[in-house]
């Protein structure tokens, strides 16, 4: 007898087809017939839960969203401000398969933007929970004393979040630089607690 799959699973199952799909064959292999045959379900199962495309590769985007900032949020509870910012941080890299998929499927869908209003919206509402992050992390660990005093926190949110963004797509190119991305990271947070002056 099948396997019954519930609604949260089938949807992740068919993010999962959207991302294999962009993955292999471009943003362009995408329609609803495609993710069908790629997903194991019929087109008219699909189309009630997804009626467009333009559905289709939003929810592919949030997808990979939700999944980072679930990773993020379990790091939460780490006591050390200087751990916990940096186990958080290094979700953002992809230094692993699954934080890679998720980065590639990222920026093939951003490219798409210009025809899809939607997931310009949803890959801008990342860019600011990404901030946010950083103003967080940076926060806590001036409250610990690991930020010197006379540093301006929006300046070095507006640093470590292009550092992030930078240290990411070098990774991406190359991922033999996993490593030294993360040193990168680690001696970026070292040096905020050097004074500027």
């Known amino acids: 007898m099948p396997r ?3 609604h949260d699973e089938r949807r992740q199952l068919i993010g999962e087809a959207v991302w294999r799909l962009v993955l292999r064959e471009g943003v362009g292999a995408v329609s609803l017939r495609t993710v069908a045959a790629e997903a194991g379900l ?12 333009a559905e289709l590769l939003a929810f592919a985007m949030r997808l990979a969203h939700e999944r980072a900032t679930a990773r993020v949020a379990r790091h939460g509870r780490v006591r050390d401000p200087r751990r916990r ?8 890299l992809p230094l692993d398969d699954e934080r890679s998929v998720e980065m590639q499927v990222h920026l093939a869908l951003l490219a798409e933007g210009p025809r899809h209003a939607e997931l310009t919206a949803l890959a801008d509402d990342a860019q600011e929970a990404i901030r946010g992050l950083c103003l967080r ?3 806590d660990l001036r409250d610990a004393g690991q930020v010197a005093a006379d540093r301006h ?6 640093t470590l979040h292009a550092l992030l963004d930078g240290l990411a797509l070098h990774t991406m190119r190359d991922p033999r630089l996993r490593r030294a991305a993360t040193r990168a990271l680690d001696d ?5 607690a050097r004074p500027l002056s």
């Open 42 to 53: 019929v087109l008219g199962s699909l189309r009630h839960s997804f009626p467009t495309k």
């Open 85 to 92: 910012a940096v186990a958080a941080l290094r979700e953002l």
């Open 188 to 192: 970026h947070l070292d040096a905020l």
């Open 153 to 158: 926190l929006g300046r070095e949110t507006t």
């Open 137 to 139: 992390c940076l926060s």
């Open 4 to 6: 019954t799959i519930d």
